[in-house]
């Protein structure tokens, strides 16, 4: 009763933390923010100096291949998990900053998050930690093939199967006429009765 | 020819192909000349992008062939009549559906704006998480 009570004040929130790009999705308002998972950090003062987030998004990624030696861009998601624990989670506290506008006294959100099929424990636990360290209250993991499955209207809720190919975005490198396609993923559900 | 990972995101999502038989597309692209040293242009064709993804889409379509594989017979009868859906960014690659079609025989359909597939599944969950709330994952 009193949860949903909150969730009434709070801006509930969906995000699908991908290697290529972050998506958010706002209770009621719908998809609101769409950018690339990339993080731009400055090195200051020296090798043990303190780092901080130059860029997140769309800014960061533009930045990609092109920046100075004291600030390096990153991907900090590899193959859909996250590869640096502190800048994703970081990352994730500008893009949530970015899309709940700052009222006061506005309770922390629900935060809905996806996780690769495949993804351990461990991973599982990274990224339940980052959303909780971004700010969120309480945070659910959903298996992406099942989000996947919701987005593309299949129906879930029959005991009937499909077969659901999901590949996010992997990292490439060109030569001329050769180029390599780190491990792409694809992941593959099988449709359980939900119902 | 040396060109940095932006470039070669946007060559692929340009003329990028998954199966031959397609017109054939072409793109400017400029990268370093590696026996020069010196910045140049340079024109790919889509038909060297596809020799350049043979590797991955190879092991795309085994990964789709083994899921079928371990799949339980019941389950795979209703896939034989229903096909697959394929969602997420690779999605949008051309003839990504043609070539899996080829090579399982079962009918491919592109989801409907596949990037965005996954947070709006998301979102439906949000939206419904009383009726939906046996879908999360414990752990």
């Known amino acids: ?195 | 020819m040396l060109i940095g990972e932006t470039t070669a995101e946007t060559i692929k999502k340009t003329i990028g192909s998954a199966f031959p038989g397609s017109e054939v597309k072409e793109m400017e692209v400029k990268g370093r000349n590696l026996a020069e040293g010196i910045p140049r242009s340079f024109t790919v064709s889509s038909n060297e992008i596809l020799e350049a993804l043979t590797d991955p889409l190879n092991s795309i379509v085994s990964a789709v062939k083994s899921a079928l594989e371990r799949t339980p017979p019941e389950l795979g009868a209703d896939i034989a009549e229903r096909g697959m859906v394929l969602t997420g960014g690779g999605a949008l690659l051309r003839d990504i559906d043609r070539l899996l079609m080829e090579e399982t025989g079962l009918p491919v359909v592109v989801a409907e704006d596949p990037l965005t597939c996954v947070v709006r599944g998301c979102g439906k969950a949000l939206e419904n998480m009383e009726k939906l709330s046996t879908i999360f994952t414990s752990d």
């Open chain 1, 1 to 195: 009763m009193f949860e949903s009570f909150k969730g009434y004040f709070s801006s509930d929130l969906a995000i699908d933390l991908g290697t290529a790009n972050t998506l958010i999705y706002v209770r009621g308002k719908g998809i609101v923010l769409n950018e690339p998972s990339v993080v731009s950090i400055r090195q200051e003062g020296g090798p043990n100096g303190k780092r901080v987030i130059q860029e997140v998004g769309l800014a960061a990624k533009q930045m990609l291949g092109r920046t100075p030696h004291n600030i390096t861009a990153i991907r900090p998601m590899r193959d859909g998990v996250i590869a640096d624990f502190t800048v994703t989670e970081q990352m994730l506290k500008q893009f949530i900053k970015k899309v709940l506008d700052s009222r006061l006294f506005s309770p922390s959100p629900r935060i809905i998050i996806c996780v690769p099929c495949g993804s351990t424990q461990v991973e599982r636990r990274a990224i339940r930690e980052s959303a909780l360290g971004a700010g969120a209250s309480k945070v659910y993991l959903i298996e992406e093939p099942m989000a996947a499955a919701i987005g593309a209207d299949l129906p879930i809720s029959e005991a009937t199967g499909c077969v659901l190919g999901q590949r996010a975005g992997g990292r490439r490198q060109v030569r001329r006429s050769h180029c390599q396609l780190y491990p792409p993923q694809l992941r593959h559900a099988h449709r359980r009765n939900h119902g």
